[in-house]
């Protein structure tokens, strides 16, 4: 069911009559009802999955309180007879055994996601047999990273164990967010989620808002990027050098357009039900750096990512161990960057191969990471630098490394629409030595499916996103057309909706293509 489709959206109105027209102790009975609805609707052979998520994560959790509550008591009623050295020892048996429930559970779900999504990628890259066609649940990377990270949060101490299974199981499967994300955290997502919610109006108001600002980017601006890059990566042999150029300026419009869009949906969704999500964009495109770039952009999964992987495995024994042993026969230097160094390489490893399964994506993060660390390296220079010339107060240097920041990201996306590495950096290359510059941006601008009442609604689209992102640096724009009369703050979004109703890509029986990050 696709969030531009007519049938999600008569879905959320009936979820939306029910959710308020039921008693208010019960109305998150009726959201849990409609995410099971939802996902059904979405295919049975995914249910399974999400299922087994569910119940695996949540016995884990409890098991995990549970060892944890009895050996706390066990310790406090016995405090006056057993030693110290008892008591230290009675600790580590019980950590051990959260350890193992923590464990096990994680391999069960990061092997269903293994198995499920990085098979054919396995069998393609290390054998000669034929590829198995496996039935990728919906949103199976979302959810997977969601349970997981509520395990360890009550792992660490910082959650409780939730101990009604069908109250879990609506945090996992809330399914405006089951599509695309964002991640939520439970601490963060259970009081909004569960609490009664009376209807408002000022909440279905900026809900709806939101939502016609995510179908507008969407339909409108994604959409029809979408058309000019599918043309382009149909033929290499044919589309190269300026084409390439202009693929990789399409490709930036439609994944930001179509990623922020979905996620303005989702939010915006979620709001109408009184239920608030986190934010998962902070204007990525004016970062001035890979790694601010990085802070902004899909922002609950690169939290996920350091909170869970990146801190853990940098500050682990092992990793505290080699650290020392380099430091002694190599260096201090080497031995002080190295665990910072390999986690961060093993987080954007593992963040490629999250975003698909395949090699380009592997290449596409450890190169993001690399960038990243060789900036890091090179700041004593650049201060240094900038103390002798002074550069970095020059009235452009921000807009200058706004521009640069965007290239970078820009070219590093190659990797992810092309059908292989070499094909990427062949394009890559060729933007600079194709020679086609003059005859694509004359003639060819017409052969990639694009005519001009096209290109002129992308760059007004492109214009009114970037408007909107510089008005959003004081407060989002919605809270500023909040402060103006009826009279403007309607007449703004009856322009957006007739803007979609006459601009809109419509594909088949009046839908939308799938959102990008739909795959994941």
């Known amino acids: 069911m696709l969030f531009t489709s007519y049938q999600f959206i008569l879905f959320v109105l009936v979820a939306l009559i029910l959710y308020y027209v039921v008693p208010k102790r019960i109305q998150w009975i009726v959201l849990l009802c409609m995410n099971m609805l939802f996902y059904v609707y979405a295919g049975l052979s995914g249910i399974i999955f999400i299922v087994t998520t569910i119940v695996t994560t949540y016995a884990g959790a409890r098991l995990i309180y549970r060892e944890k509550d009895r050996s706390v008591r066990f310790i406090e009623e016995h405090k006056g007879d057993i030693s110290r050295d008892e008591k ?63 395990m360890i949060d009550v792992y660490r101490g910082v959650a409780d164990a939730e101990k009604n299974p069908f109250r879990y199981a609506l945090f996992m499967s809330f399914f405006p967010q089951l599509v695309q994300g964002p991640i939520s955290r439970w601490n963060d997502l259970k009081k909004s989620l569960f609490e009664s919610h009376a209807f408002s109006w000022v909440n279905i108001q900026y809900g709806f808002e939101r939502i016609l600002w995510g179908y507008f980017k969407k339909m409108v601006i994604a959409d029809r990027a979408a058309i000019g890059l599918a043309t382009i990566q149909s033929d290499v042999s044919v589309y190269y050098g300026a ?36 934010e998962n964009f902070r204007r990525p495109f004016f970062s001035k750096s890979i790694a601010e770039y990085w802070r902004r952009w899909h922002i609950t999964l690169c939290a996920w990512f350091k909170d869970y992987l990146f801190y853990p495995l940098s500050m682990s024994k092992w990793m505290n161990k080699v650290s020392r042993w380099l430091k002694k026969h190599v260096g201090k230097p080497v031995g002080s960057r190295f665990p910072v160094y390999f986690s961060s390489l093993t987080v954007w490893f593992v963040t490629g191969i999250w975003h698909g399964a395949s090699w380009n994506f592997v290449v596409w993060g450890l190169l993001n990471s690399i960038i990243m660390l ?83 609604v992308l760059f007004a689209g492109v214009v009114i996103m970037f408007v909107v992102s510089l008005l959003e640096r004081r407060c989002p724009v919605r809270e500023q057309l909040a402060q103006k009369n009826y009279i403007i703050r309607y007449t703004v979004f009856l322009v957006i909706f007739l803007l979609i109703a006459v601009l809109g890509i419509y594909g088949t029986g009046y839908e939308s293509s799938q959102f990008i990050y739909n795959q994941f």
Do not use: H
């Open 374 to 456: 060789v900036s890091q390296e090179l700041k004593p220079l650049y201060e240094k630098a900038d103390n002798r010339l002074g550069y970095r107060k020059l009235k452009y240097y921000k807009v200058f490394e706004i521009i640069r920041t965007t290239a970078i990201v820009c070219c590093l996306q190659m990797l992810d629409y092309y059908r292989n590495i070499a094909e990427a950096f062949r394009m890559f290359f060729s933007m600079f030595r194709g020679g086609n510059y003059a005859a694509v941006f004359t003639k060819g601008m017409w052969s990639i499916g694009l005519s001009v009442a096209d290109y002129i």
């Open 88 to 150: 230290k020892k009675l600790k580590n048996i019980s950590l051990r055994k959260q350890k193992m429930f923590l464990t096990i559970v994680l391999l069960i779900n990061f092997g269903i996601l293994a198995v499920l999504k990085y098979t054919n990628m396995f069998i393609v890259t290390f054998t000669t047999f034929n590829t198995v066609d496996f039935i990728l649940p919906m949103g199976i990377s979302f959810y997977t990273f969601q349970s997981t990270g509520y």
């Open 243 to 278: 084409y390439a150029f202009v693929g990789m300026l399409l490709y930036a419009i439609d994944l930001y357009a179509d990623f922020t869009g979905g996620i303005d949906i989702t939010i915006g969704v979620a709001q109408m039900f009184g239920i608030t999500l986190p």
